[in-house]
């Protein structure tokens, strides 16, 4: 049976940094599609290798530095290009981005085609465990967000 990964990646500890893995726990309150497996990576950026391999179709949950509002949200698709490679690098709060396990990991594993980023612009990235208000009042979003590409067909 093929499978939709939905991934939240981040650190808890960091406030805002952590909102990947704050979605995915909304994510497993509600009702999903059979197909769907949630996954919470924290900052191990290599379980993301077991969390794509084999499946349909990826979306991966991450605070990323776009230049946004607070609490925005944006939406990116992987594509087989510098470019998109190049813009997801640079959105990563992490000390390795998500870009280069993947990139480092293809040449071993199966991934799919489409991988799709949600990605959601912090305020503030120190020590604590709450997110900010801007950042908690995006969570609505990025969940139906996440549902309604898991509901379509294609992930554009």
């Known amino acids: 049976m093929s499978f939709i990964s939905v991934i939240g990646i981040g650190n808890i500890l960091l406030k805002d940094e952590g909102v990947g893995v704050h979605v995915v726990n ?4 509600r009702s999903l599609p059979e197909k769907v497996k949630l996954f919470d990576c924290g900052t191990d ?35 087989n290009s510098m470019e998109s490679v190049k813009l997801v690098s640079s959105l990563s709060l992490h000390d390795i981005d998500v870009v280069k396990v993947l990139s480092i990991a293809s040449k071993t594993f199966k991934f799919p085609e489409e991988i799709f980023f949600v990605c959601i612009e912090p305020k503030e990235v120190g020590l604590g465990l709450n997110l900010s208000q801007e950042v908690n009042r995006s969570i609505p979003s990025a969940v139906k967000l996440v549902i309604d590409k898991v509901k379509e067909d294609e992930i554009i």
């Open 26 to 29: 909304r994510l497993r309150k």
């Open 45 to 79: 950026l290599f379980s993301l290798i077991s969390a794509l391999e084999g499946c349909e179709k990826a979306i991966i949950i991450d605070a990323g530095k776009f230049g946004g509002k607070p609490g925005e949200i944006r939406c990116f698709k992987l594509k």
